[in-house]
């Protein structure tokens, strides 16, 4: 998906000349769509920073273990969190193009180069995309 939205951003910055326009008109549809499922994704990061930032019942090296029984285990902690990250992701209408818990590493980079994708994509909702197809025409 990371490779997906860099292309986009690509597409963007330098259009095939014979499809400028259609260019345009694509990403002017879609960029709410395309900006609100990445943003819908990060919630799984806010979510992740929230846990980890919450402090633990009981001794710290009890929690731990206790942490990692559950994973090593399937708990139903570690179901349930993979059960609420399953359905941001159906949410998002990435179901069954991504894992129902994508890695945090994939939701830091994600985080990482949206500011430059809503540029872009801004840029073409304000019609920066349209002053290239009026110069070409």
Known sequence: MLLSLKSVMNTLRAPSPPFVALTA?????????????CCKLL?????????????????AAAGAAAGAAAASEGG?????????????????GLEGVLNTMPSLGFLHSLQRVLPALERALAAV????ATAAVDEQD
């Open 76 to 92: 139903e902690a570690g179901k349930a969190a993979a059960a609420a990250a399953g359905v941001v992701v159906a949410e998002a």
């Open 125 to 128: 909702g304000d019609g920066a």
């Open 43 to 59: 919630e799984l990061k806010a979510d992740a920073d929230a846990d980890a930032d919450a402090p633990t019942p009981g001794a």
């Open 25 to 37: 008109l694509h990403f002017r549809a879609a960029r709410r769509r395309i900006a609100g499922r």
